[in-house]
């Protein structure tokens, strides 16, 4: 199934097969989730914990002026919300407006519900941040240490795949003009992104080398469960009965007949002409 096949059948709200998304494969969800519970465990015991503590490094610090500058509000925000998620947000607003379809809005606001999600992992799993010195579980909590008792998952880890991810996906599906080698290059540029946001984050010390790999664990997951949906075909269906729902709302309006005007008012006020509606003509 080529790709233009592939965007046709996502346009009449019609599930193309399996994998066939023309975007990158990703790992089984049930794959993913059995490592994320496997790691977690393994972070939680003795070991997980020595292993956080033998490669924790702090190579980049304050002292180091515009280099820290660099790394710290240049390379490490590429993952926050007031890049990619703005960023992730105009896509979606363009490609909305092209298609004439809310289908990219909702994925768009679908990778924004699995990042937030992944915050309940980060209250419930109540890991302290390096900046407390030692990872601890479950000491003192959110109310004793605010956001330094987050520390597990990674967000930032969780952006870069999830956010991004997202990006890639519906340019690939919904950008004009698209070729296979734009989704090449755009998916290297992602993994990029990944890379950097992972390295970034442990050369300024942020993150436990374990609260990294969970970040990337959860970013897969939420990205194969958005993949998931769209091939099952759930956003589109939103978007249709959207549609249809404003079309019956304003339908009897626009259709309503117009009163008669006598020779003399049909001269001074001509009837209106009338206005297709439709979003998907």
């Not at 992992?121 to 008792?149: E, R, V």
């Not at 790999?213 to 269906?237: D, K, M, N, S, T």
Request: glycine content about 8%; overall charge positive.
């Amino acid at each position: 199934m080529s790709a233009g096949t592939i965007r046709d059948a996502i346009d009449r709200h019609t599930s193309p097969h399996r994998g066939r998304i023309p975007f990158v494969r990703l790992p089984n969800l049930e794959l993913l989730t059995i490592a994320l519970v496997a790691g977690s465990a393994l972070a939680i015991s003795p070991v997980g914990r020595e292993i956080d503590r033998l490669f924790f490094v702090k190579v980049i610090t304050r002292a180091d002026g515009a280099t820290f500058t660099f790394f710290s509000d240049v390379l490490d925000r590429l993952s926050s919300q007031r890049v990619v998620g703005v960023l992730l947000v105009v896509v979606a607003v363009l490609l909305a407006t092209h298609r004439r379809s809310l289908t990219p809005l909702i994925v768009a606001g679908l990778a924004e519900l699995m990042f937030l999600s992944v915050g309940i992992l980060k209250i419930g799993f109540a890991k302290s941040a390096t900046k407390l010195g030692d990872p601890q579980w479950w000491d003192g909590g959110l109310l004793a240490y605010g956001k330094y008792s987050m520390a597990y998952p990674s967000g930032h880890a969780t952006e870069s795949v999830v956010l991004w991810g997202a990006i890639v996906l519906l340019l690939a599906l919904y950008a004009p003009s698209w070729r296979p080698q734009h989704t090449r290059i755009a998916v290297g540029v992602w993994q990029l992104v990944m890379v950097n946001t992972i390295v970034v984050s442990w050369l300024l010390g942020r993150h436990w080398v374990s609260d990294l790999a969970a970040g990337l664990l959860c970013g897969l997951i939420g990205l194969r469960l958005v993949v998931g949906l769209l091939e099952r075909g759930y956003p589109q269906a939103v978007d249709q009965a959207v549609r249809a729902g404003i079309r019956t709302a304003i339908g009897p309006a626009i259709a309503a007949p117009q009163p008669r005007l006598s020779p003399i008012n049909q001269r001074t006020h001509p009837a209106q002409p009338q206005h297709d509606f439709r979003w998907d003509r």
